[in-house]
């Protein structure tokens, strides 16, 4: 993560940053009973995630302040790894049983999680930016190994025997010369009580001796999910809870002119509430409360509309902060004249929709004081500082549980609808759940900001590239460094990637946030340069790179995919583009038909590779290259919110259009080996790919050049008319 | 947390002043309830019979979250009153397993890891047994019609499609594919 407004949480608000952390962890250790129970501070980790953290903005410090992993040893043996981490479909409630076991060496189902309960799991940033491997999976790890080294010391003082004489394997201690001298982890921890508080250092397991990390594993909640016993927010049932619904404004900043709610109150049954601007219907059953909300008649004052999605571009770049240069080298000018083919071109970006299938949605209950909130959320102890200052209570006084999330994808970092429902709680005195309808969630979304890219970029006569001048907009940076060997290069900011108040409504990170945008545009004004030097896209990007692991990863994916060079347009539909996210580097090659009539795009087929360090889960780490590709098709071919002044036009599925079965092409995914690298992200990678994909393969194919996402039949068609 | 969960018998409130009294079967079990018979069925389920599998996703229909089985059919359960499955048989995603055997299409998306958030899952496993009642032998071209108004935003597609091949092979007593 390269930018520095990585995450929007507003917290400026916060006058005593102590309030941010938990009070008191004693109390919830003793709360566990007895076995080992091991918490570790790591400082790599913790410097890594203040690094992160500091990007917070108002959010001064950035350290947790007593640890930052937690694992208990049950005296029945059992091993539970405690975390903040939530999952939503990226896979870590099975890739951190894994590192737990492997370090522990124990059998992986006898290892459980505890995910995203603020009362039970250590502090945590939120589950976002591909970070729960690569910079929670250490600390997890180090508190793992400390837990053996005690098991070790009690097995030696049982079996009297030296600690360096002894083996751990399969949840049991046993003698190396006598194997039979053995006694299990539960017999170790029955009617113990241990705590270790430790300055954890990486672990040092050798990964030639893995047995657990690396092996492909199943999800761990797939029975769950195909019997419906996973239960989500919007699944729990308490006594007496109430389903309320909410009256909303049709547009952003709309004023309430006036309202009347007698027809809603005469509905048998129905609660309603007003307070402040908070106007809403409570009824035993969500449906009945929506038939009253619709009883509710209102008036809005709406702001006059200034901009919609054809004219937000102009206006973005008439009122765009001045550029920052991020990154710069050698002479611009002296490039320019080196250059026998330059390329001028802006690259546009629409507002993007999270539109996970599961909507905002949480349920609150109030008793003694204390507020439990069951939410859909990627930050649960984000939600507790939000519900705390909502209500006026303390932190500890808020407890957050985060059943399973139905998708994030960026969007359930902010978290309103658990405010909502605590607050309705807190008026009402009975347990409420809020959760948004799909019109609710098309309007509450923070889209992927709407941004422009420009670059201008020469290449040489020797097929080089000469100068590189690049300056994005309201995308952040993230993505934005140039990995191709440039002489003279630029590359500047302007605005602060989703932050910026200038968009007409709420923008946050979407699913590699910024990455995609700029990775649309290097990728696309790469091949551009290619086809100007009528070279192979393939042969051109190797020819500009010298970076070894982007050169191994690109010439993987041609492989996979069967590359033979020709130089663009060449009638094949072939596309290509690499890119670097989350510390992962990734390149992907497409084959894509294009019907010249309708414009419509049909991806036939994706080849992947990529190099992201040490892989946990193997096949969770290819379960999310897949998802990326087929997620991205939809920014890429379809997704854009349309919107007229602050009201958001797109309410539905009907006019919002994701990815569906007849979309998705054959994929090759291919991990390379990297293992005695550290694990990099995962979730996030291929993804930034997609945009930039299918610019290029639709040009290959016709020859038209789109510059602007998405391409839909409609833009592809009129490009084709241009060429 | 699942412990405070009302029981089946605590949400039948037929002492409340309901309009209609509606029967069928439910995962196999005769139901009775006095309902509004123009509620519709997702929330009926969900709220007043305690079966949280059926997900709403949108509300029209769109995405399929919602699927349920009727007489064996996939339908949209956000679309339909409760009046419209008047002694008919309902089937939720809770009621598939058989005398604690998964269903041959619950195993296969286990086998082939075919999930991901596993808010669609309910709805896409229920729409691909409907697709298997009718059609035995698809192929992948017809799962892939099959499925195509089921969403999924994850991406677990291609596995989804490799799984109801697999599962189809299972149910004809063939190998898998």
Not at chain 1, 49 to 61: D, L, P, S
Not at chain 1, 315 to 337: C, F, I
Not at chain 2, 81 to 105: A, C, M
């Amino acid at each position: 993560m390269n930018t520095n407004d990585y995450l929007a949480l507003n917290f400026k608000d916060i006058k005593d940053y102590s309030d941010l952390y938990p009070q008191s962890r004693r109390d919830f250790l003793k709360r566990l009973g007895g076995g080992i129970i091991v918490c570790v501070v790591m400082s790599g980790v913790l410097a890594a995630q203040a690094q992160e953290t500091r990007r917070f903005r108002g959010f001064g410090r950035g350290l947790p302040s007593d640890f930052n992993a937690f694992l208990r040893i049950g005296e029945d043996g059992r091993v539970t790894g405690y975390t903040g981490k939530i999952e939503m479909g990226q896979g870590p409630i099975t890739s951190l049983p894994q590192m737990l076991a492997e370090e522990l060496d124990t059998p992986l189902d006898t290892v459980d999680i505890v995910m995203g309960d603020t009362d039970l799991c250590p502090w945590d940033m939120g589950t976002f930016g591909s970070m729960t491997t690569r910079m929670f999976g250490p600390a997890l790890q180090a508190a793992a190994a400390e837990a053996k080294a005690v098991l070790l010391e009690l097995a030696a003082e049982s079996l009297k025997i030296p600690p360096a004489q002894l083996v751990a394997k399969d949840g049991a201690i046993f003698d190396k010369e006598k194997p039979e001298h053995r006694v299990t982890y539960g017999e170790l921890t029955k009617g113990k009580k241990i705590e270790r508080h430790i300055e954890g250092k990486p672990p040092l397991k050798d990964p030639a001796q893995f047995t657990v990390i690396g092996q492909p594993e199943l999800h761990r909640d797939g029975r769950a999910k195909v019997t419906g016993a996973a239960h989500y927010a919007g699944d729990i049932r308490l006594p007496g809870m109430f389903y309320a619904k909410i009256l909303r404004p049709p547009a952003h900043n709309a004023t309430l002119k006036n309202v009347d709610t007698t027809p809603a109150q005469k509905i048998p049954g129905v609660q309603v509430v007003q307070q402040d601007n908070l106007i809403a219907v409570l009824h035993e059953f969500p449906d009945v409360a929506e038939a009253a909300l619709a009883q509710i008649k209102a008036e809005f004052d709406v702001p006059e509309a200034k901009v919609d999605d054809k004219t937000i571009f102009d206006y973005l770049l008439r009122v765009a902060p001045s550029a920052n240069v991020l990154a710069s080298g050698g002479d611009l000018e002296a490039g320019r004249k080196l250059a026998v083919k330059t390329i001028e071109t802006t690259y546009l970006d629409p507002y993007v929709a999270h539109a996970p299938m599961e909507t905002h949605t949480a349920l609150a209950q109030i008793e003694d004081g204390k507020a439990t909130v069951w939410a859909s959320t990627q930050n649960p102890f984000g939600a507790q500082q939000e519900i705390a200052r909502a209500l006026g209570f303390p932190t500890e006084q808020v407890r957050v549980i985060t059943p399973f999330v139905g998708g994030g994808f960026g969007g359930k970092t902010y978290n309103q609808q658990a405010v909502e429902a605590a607050q309705l709680a807190k008026i009402t005195g009975k347990p409420v759940q809020v959760m948004w309808s799909r019109e609710e969630e098309f309007f509450f979304d923070t889209f992927q900001p709407a941004a422009i890219v420009k670059i201008s970029s020469g290449v040489d006569a020797s097929g080089k590239m000469a100068f590189w001048d690049y300056n994005v907009y309201y995308a952040g940076d993230r993505g934005s460094q140039q990995f191709y060997t440039v002489p003279n290069h630029r590359t500047s900011g302007h605005g602060r990637g989703w932050q910026g108040s200038e968009h007409p409504f709420r923008t946050g990170a979407w699913r590699a946030p910024g990455n995609n945008t700029n990775t649309f545009a290097r990728e696309s004004q790469i091949d551009q340069m290619a086809a100007a030097a009528g070279i192979d896209p393939v042969a051109f990007r190797l020819n500009n790179l010298s970076d070894e692991k982007m050169i191994r990863v690109l010439k993987t994916a041609a492989e996979t995919f069967g590359w033979t060079p020709a130089k663009a347009p060449s009638q094949r539909g072939y596309g290509v583009a690499c890119g670097i996210d989350a510390g992962t580097y990734v390149a992907a090659i497409a084959e894509v038909a294009v019907n010249t009539k309708t414009g419509a795009v049909q991806v036939k087929r994706v080849a992947c590779a990529q190099d992201m360090g040490l892989v946990v889960n193997p096949e969770g780490a290819k379960i999310q290259m897949e998802g990326c590709i087929t997620m991205g098709l939809g920014y890429a071919l379809t997704e854009e919110i349309h919107f007229q002044g602050r009201k958001v036009l797109d309410t539905n599925f009907d006019t919002y259009e994701i990815p569906r079965y007849a979309w998705v092409p054959k994929m090759d995914t291919v991990i390379l080996d990297a293992r005695d690298q550290p694990p990099q992200g995962g979730g996030e990678p291929a993804i930034v790919l997609m945009g930039a994909l299918m610019a290029n393969a639709i040009h290959d194919a016709t020859g038209a050049r789109l510059c602007q996402l998405p391409m839909t039949p409609d833009r592809v068609k009129a490009a084709i008319q241009k060429v | 947390m699942q412990n405070d969960c009302l029981s089946f018998q605590q949400v039948l409130k037929p002492e409340v002043d309901m309009t209609d009294t509606i029967s069928f079967q439910l995962n196999g079990k005769p139901t009775r309830i006095k309902v509004d018979g123009n509620r519709l069925l997702l929330w009926v389920l969900r709220t007043d019979l305690g079966l949280t599998g059926p997900k709403y996703g949108c509300g029209q229909g769109h995405c399929g979250c919602c699927t349920v089985l009727v007489n064996n059919v996939a339908w949209r359960s956000c679309l339909m009153s409760v009046s419209s499955v008047k002694d008919k048989d309902v089937v939720t995603i809770e009621g598939l397993e058989q005398d604690g055997r998964l269903h041959p299409v619950q195993k296969a998306f286990m086998a082939h890891d075919a999930l991901q958030c596993g808010f669609c899952i309910p709805g896409q496993v229920l729409n691909a047994v409907s697709l298997l009642t009718k059609n035995p032998q698809p192929t992948r071209e017809q799962i892939v019609q099959g499925m195509n108004n089921n969403f999924c935003r994850c991406g677990a597609h291609t596995r989804i499609v490799d799984a109801i091949q697999s599962a189809a092979a299972e149910m004809r007593g063939g190998p898998a594919q």
